[in-house]
């Protein structure tokens, strides 16, 4: 059952990749044929590192020097904050078609990163109009709903000369500029939110089976999962843009709030993990190292509250190659110490470490912005909750069975201090908790409640004759003989020395004297063989009595001896009625 959802999480995975990575294609649309988003960045020029105070004026009669973009990526970043693009609409727009019913849109990597976007562009006898956008702006009336920047082009828009396109920010993203018409694009955004769709259900679903988990066992490590897993949704939901895209843009929340949930994702990661592979206990050496990980989260949440973009963005990103790290060398020595669950742990982290690396590596500017570095932490985390879940599933059958091993142990260790190590019968301490017990129901009920109490005659002689060894022998023969001799809910036990008492519930007297003088008959009637080859047979005398209206436990006992000595003072092997 735990390889189906294994395998269908990866399959909901893939299918989420796979339709990210599509560009589709709808030949029903009458503007668009194609379907495609038609790149303009390729045809644009560009100035990377513009001074900030570079207006449209100096950027249109050629203040500064525009190159070609080619090949280039078009990004912002903290060394090259001002980035200005200029292009023609011609270029990509097909001839004779009107520009009003094409859509104009930003596409940052990251959008919630990227601080202003400010469009010029040309319109028949209006000049320039112009149109801003961004994560540090508020959302205008026209703008529709996207994770990305879109502007919807007017009719008259002179698509053969330049529009300009300046964008600012202060962390690095990479920026695409497309063209396309209102249907591909809403049939590509709901395509996309589809698969976005598939992952935020696995990491849902996930939640809520644990969180059902959790309210069952109360075992916190459920909680430190549903907190981890939520908290990476929550980083997911804002980062790329859907809480955006769904609540609109007020202004600075977005990225504060990436902040705040990536560095909850890192505290309860790191106590998640901690938790379940019980570094306290198992490596404490490990234990400082995810103290000061979750330290730092908290520290990237305050950063994120503050409103210290950059000191968290470096923060979060060093955290997120660190974390994942140390937790695969802990599951690593966890595995190879015999710790089962820490292999689904293990694969679960090596999945979501692969993205996660990516996203930091892309994040401090080594790996380029792709498909695979930008959504790559989105696939790891559904695969990875998937695992997770099945390694909290065997931590279950785990502590179910040290719980049932620790059951038997109780068990045996109770029978163990319940029970006559020579005999195996029920001891003294066992005996005056049956009796207590059985005196109580007799009384409840109203029912009869009979003792026996017996004792080896001559046992101290028979012990001097043939050695301690055949005195053992003897008690054990008596033993078997009682536990032959009684019903099934009668409590046989050695009293002490070469005394013993059977409880017999629901027994009158006189049917307790008939089962006495069967036992008395039948051990005196089996001589045993002692070791010169001599025949001995050894004989009891019982006492037996019945409860008495108001007896207490201990006066039946009594009684119950006292029958036994006179059964001996009558000339022994007997039974006498108390």
């Given at each position: 059952m735990l390889f189906k959802k294994v395998i269908a999480g990866i399959l909901c995975s893939a299918l989420a990749a796979g339709l990210l990575a599509a560009d589709p294609a709808d030949p029903t649309d009458p503007v668009n044929p194609a379907g495609k988003a038609l790149d303009l960045g390729t045809k644009a020029d560009m100035v990377l590192g513009a001074p900030p105070s570079l207006g449209l004026n100096d950027a249109?009669?050629?203040?500064?020097?525009?190159?070609?973009?080619?090949?280039?990526?078009?990004?912002?970043?903290?060394?090259?904050?001002?980035?200005?693009?200029?292009?023609?609409?011609?270029?990509?727009?097909?001839?004779?078609?009107?520009?009003?019913?094409?859509?104009?849109?930003?596409?940052?990597?990251?959008?919630?990163?990227?601080?202003?976007?400010?469009?010029?562009?040309?319109?028949?006898?209006?000049?320039?109009?112009?149109?801003?956008?961004?994560?540090?702006?508020?959302?205008?009336?026209?703008?529709?709903?996207?994770?990305?920047?879109?502007?919807?082009?007017?009719?008259?828009?002179?698509?053969?000369?330049?529009?300009?396109?300046?964008?600012?920010?202060?962390?690095?993203?990479?920026?695409?500029?497309?063209?396309?018409?209102?249907?591909?694009?809403?049939?590509?955004?709901?395509?996309?939110?589809?698969?976005?769709?598939?992952?935020?259900?696995?990491?849902?679903?996930?939640?809520?089976?644990?969180?059902?988990?959790?309210?069952?066992?109360?075992?916190?490590?459920?909680?430190?999962?549903?907190?981890?897993?939520?908290?990476?949704?929550?980083?997911?939901?804002?980062?790329?843009?859907?809480?955006?895209?769904?609540?609109?843009?007020?202004?600075?929340?977005?990225?504060?709030?990436?902040?705040?949930?990536?560095?909850?994702?890192?505290?309860?990661?790191?106590?998640?993990?901690?938790?379940?592979?019980?570094?306290?206990?198992?490596?404490?050496?490990?234990?400082?190292?995810?103290?000061?990980?979750?330290?730092?989260?908290?520290?990237?949440?305050?950063?994120?509250?503050?409103?210290?973009?950059?000191?968290?963005?470096?923060?979060?990103?060093?955290?997120?190659?660190?974390?994942?790290?140390?937790?695969?060398?802990?599951?690593?020595?966890?595995?190879?110490?015999?710790?089962?669950?820490?292999?689904?742990?293990?694969?679960?982290w090596a999945l979501l470490i692969s993205g996660a690396l990516a996203f930091a590596l892309m994040g401090l500017g080594v790996l380029p912005v792709a498909f695979w570095t930008v959504n790559g932490v989105a696939l790891g985390m559904a695969a990875e909750s998937i695992l997770l879940s099945m390694a909290l599933g065997q931590r279950i059958r785990t502590l179910k069975l040290e719980k049932e091993r620790l059951q038997e142990s109780q068990e045996r260790y109770i029978a163990i201090s319940m029970t006559d190590e020579l005999t195996g019968l029920n001891n003294k301490r066992r005996l005056m908790e049956a009796l207590r017990s059985e005196v109580a129901r007799a009384r409840r009920s109203e029912a009869p409640l009979s003792l026996l109490f017996f004792d080896l005659d001559d046992f101290k002689s028979v012990n001097d004759s043939y050695g301690h060894s055949f005195g053992d022998d003897v008690l054990k023969s008596l033993a078997a003989t009682v536990r032959e001799s009684l019903r099934e809910g009668d409590v046989a036990c050695r009293f002490g020395g070469e005394e013993f008492v059977v409880i017999m519930p629901g027994t009158k007297r006189v049917d307790a004297i008939l089962a006495a003088e069967r036992l008395r008959k039948r051990f005196g009637g089996s001589p045993l063989s002692a070791s010169s080859g001599e025949e001995v047979a050894v004989t009891i005398s019982i006492g037996a009595v019945e409860l008495g209206p108001g007896e207490e436990p201990k006066p039946l006992l009594d009684r119950a001896d006292q029958a036994m000595y006179e059964a001996k003072r009558m000339g022994k092997n007997r039974t006498f009625a108390g």
């Open positions: 249109a009669v050629g203040a500064v020097g525009f190159s070609p973009v080619g090949n280039r990526m078009i990004y912002v970043s903290k060394e090259s904050p001002v980035t200005w693009i200029r292009f023609r609409l011609a270029d990509a727009i097909p001839a004779g078609t009107d520009a009003g019913r094409w859509i104009l849109e930003v596409k940052p990597s990251f959008s919630i990163i990227l601080d202003r976007v400010e469009l010029w562009i040309p319109r028949t006898g209006a000049g320039y109009s112009a149109y801003r956008a961004g994560a540090l702006l508020p959302q205008r009336p026209d703008e529709p709903p996207s994770r990305f920047y879109p502007f919807v082009l007017p009719s008259d828009v002179r698509t053969n000369e330049f529009c300009y396109l300046r964008l600012e920010g202060s962390m690095a993203v990479s920026v695409k500029v497309t063209v396309e018409s209102p249907l591909a694009m809403a049939r590509a955004d709901t395509i996309y939110a589809a698969s976005y769709g598939v992952i935020y259900g696995i990491l849902i679903a996930m939640i809520l089976y644990n969180l059902f988990i959790f309210l069952s066992l109360r075992d916190r490590a459920y909680l430190y999962y549903i907190l981890y897993v939520a908290s990476g949704l929550l980083w997911q939901f804002w980062v790329q843009g859907h809480a955006m895209a769904l609540f609109g843009r007020p202004v600075g929340s977005q990225l504060s709030a990436v902040w705040i949930f990536v560095g909850l994702m890192i505290v309860w990661g790191a106590v998640f993990s901690c938790s379940f592979l019980s570094v306290r206990k198992n490596r404490p050496r490990f234990f400082p190292a995810f103290v000061a990980i979750a330290g730092l989260g908290l520290l990237v949440v305050a950063m994120g509250f503050c409103g210290f973009h950059e000191t968290a963005f470096g923060l979060s990103h060093a955290l997120g190659l660190i974390l994942p790290a140390l937790i695969i060398v802990t599951a690593v020595i966890g595995l190879r110490q015999g710790n089962s669950t820490a292999r689904y742990f293990l694969v679960a």
